[in-house]
């Protein structure tokens, strides 16, 4: 499995409102941690450790990165 950086979410606009609604009220530590506990969920549902070294490298460039 290769990292998918195509268009692969339905309702992406939708999906980016409740993020940004997730973090509502949080200070930025709060918003921080949050972040960083879905990353690791998500890692853990994706699973595939060559995917996640993958994910890694895009997000490291900008240019890169969905």
Do not use: C, K
């Amino acid at each position: 499995m290769a990292l998918n950086t195509e268009p692969n979410i339905a309702d992406p606009d939708g999906f980016y409102a409740e993020l940004l609604g997730a973090h509502d009220g949080l200070s930025d530590d709060q918003s921080i941690a949050f972040n960083a506990r879905l990353v690791l969920l998500l890692a853990n549902h994706i699973g595939d450790r060559a995917v996640l070294s993958e994910a890694l490298a895009a997000a490291a460039h900008e240019d890169e990165a969905v």
